[in-house]
């Protein structure tokens, strides 16, 4: 232990308890490193705090010696988030996990950080509620903010910056303030929600959301339907929305994919590309709405379609989709799972499928393309040797072309896994001027770059030794 990391651990203990602090090498390497292929750096020091108050105290410990802090939920982001580049402190939210309460009459909760998305549900499900935004992962809540999620559902019910009332934030300093309130509108102020969710933790450390939550569905139905094409598939999405129908879930899982689906989840759907949808809603409605469905599939080719209603076949489906990315990843034991993301005009979409599809192919690597295709967010799943420096630069081209792709076509680097360290040279590009009103704001909020640094914003930062 260095004398600088010794002193700033005593300044950590002056409030936080020895079991809150640790440099266990252990404990730093599980901090080290996220979901993503990105390089492990690891943290200096790892905190537990447990309110915002101790989370104030590290603040201020890092403002007072200059020490970057990079926030911590589980370690699930795609794109290099929680990789403290410059060392440091991290700061673990698993401490901060309690529901705090479910006011169920305005359609409300407010937990801390730390708490799951499957932990609120357990929760909300005794209130007849459930939390709609569904990135698959089992996230923590603080995170799932940070990063703006979104998921399966947010064709229906919106992403996370829909979802967040008010946040607890802790500023660089180790000030401690909120941004909204409980109200289902306001017109005062600027919308500091909208400016905090998605900002990565580069402009503050999340200590409480107060979240929105709907009631669960009357009645819930899914289908599986099949087409001969990728464009048939996107084509008939587009019409599904057209005509208004109150689609919940309508997810896009190309050939390849879906012989993946059936190696590891043991079914045996059609490899064909392929729509997972689900509509929420009362059972005479539906009804209609499903019989409209069938019909509009019917004019776009497709060439089976297979409804659910039973929970256990539903919960079947949805199951074999989120666990797409484990099936690849079991198949091609040794190699590391790419998660592209981009986002587009859903017009753009069916061509941005087929040009990535057309990329994979003349790279020769092991690929899927799976898509929330309601809303025009697509990835590519590739599995690739982190060793091999070729499949590495093949898969930084591939990652290249479809970002381009977007943004020459008004759509965005990144729909939900944020941009981290692996889409910060795609800002740019994509913001313009606009960046650097995001930079004024990132150095209003913390002049010295110690929230996060070397993410999102292309500002430089020294790294600190300790």
């Not at 006011?103 to 357990?122: C, H, I, M, Y």
């Not at 008939?236 to 208004?244: E, H, T």
């Not at 587009?344 to 020769?364: F, G, K």
């Not at 290249?400 to 943004?407: D, G, P, S, T, W």
Request: aromatic share 6%; net charge negative.
């Amino acid at each position: 232990m260095t004398a600088a990391t010794e002193t700033i651990i005593q300044a950590l203990r002056e409030v936080l308890t020895e079991e809150q602090v640790t440099i266990n090498k252990t404990v730093r390497e599980l901090h080290g490193k996220d979901e993503s292929y990105h390089t492990m750096k690891l943290p200096d020091i790892v905190v537990f705090p447990s309110s915002a108050e101790d989370v104030s105290h590290v603040m201020r410990v890092s403002s007072k010696h200059r020490v970057p802090v990079t926030p911590f939920g589980l370690g699930s982001s795609l794109e290099g988030h929680v990789i403290p580049e410059n060392g440091g402190i991290t700061i673990d939210f698993s401490n901060m996990n309690q529901i705090l309460s479910v006011q169920a009459e305005d359609f409300l909760v407010t937990v801390q950080p730390g708490v799951t998305r499957s932990q609120l549900n357990k929760e909300l499900k005794k209130h007849g509620l459930f939390f709609s935004v569904d990135p698959g992962a089992d996230a923590t809540l603080g995170g799932m903010a940070a990063t703006n999620a979104s998921g399966t559902t947010s064709v229906k019910y919106g992403i996370m910056r829909d979802q967040v009332r008010d946040l607890e934030v802790v500023l660089a300093d180790g000030t401690i303030i909120h941004t909204g309130n409980k109200a289902a509108k306001s017109a005062s102020g600027l919308h500091l929600n909208g400016l905090f969710v998605g900002s990565e933790g580069i402009l503050g450390c999340f200590t409480e959301l107060t979240l929105r939550v709907y009631g669960i569905p009357e009645f819930t139905t899914a289908a599986r339907a099949s087409f001969p094409t990728v464009n048939d598939a996107v084509e008939a999405v587009v019409s599904i929305l057209q005509a208004g129908i109150p689609i919940a879930r309508v997810e896009l899982v190309d050939e390849p994919s879906m012989k993946q689906v059936n190696l590891f989840s043991e079914t045996n759907y059609k490899e064909k590309p392929t729509l997972f949808l689900e509509f929420h809603g009362n059972e005479a409605g539906l009804q209609q709405d499903v019989e409209f469905t069938k019909e509009i599939v019917a004019d776009h080719h497709c060439e089976d379609v297979a409804f659910e209603t039973d929970n256990a076949e539903r919960n079947r489906l949805w199951e074999a989709r989120h666990n797409l990315a484990y099936a690849f990843i079991h198949s091609h034991p040794g190699k590391k799972l790419m998660v592209t993301d981009v986002c587009l005009p859903i017009s753009e979409l069916a061509d941005a499928v087929n040009h990535a599809r057309e990329t994979v192919e003349s790279l020769d690597m092991p690929a899927g393309i799976v898509g929330h295709v309601g809303d025009g967010n697509f990835h590519v799943l590739l599995m690739m040797d982190v060793n091999n420096p070729e499949e590495i630069a093949k898969a930084d081209e591939l990652n290249e072309k479809i970002v381009l792709y977007a943004l020459e076509r008004g759509g965005t680097c990144t729909g939900e896994h944020g941009v981290g360290t692996g889409k910060r040279k795609y800002q740019e590009q994509e913001h313009g001027a606009a960046l650097v009103v995001m930079e004024k704001i990132k150095r209003a909020l913390d002049p010295d770059n110690l929230l996060n640094p070397n993410k999102i914003l292309p500002l430089d930062s020294t790294e600190t030794k300790l």
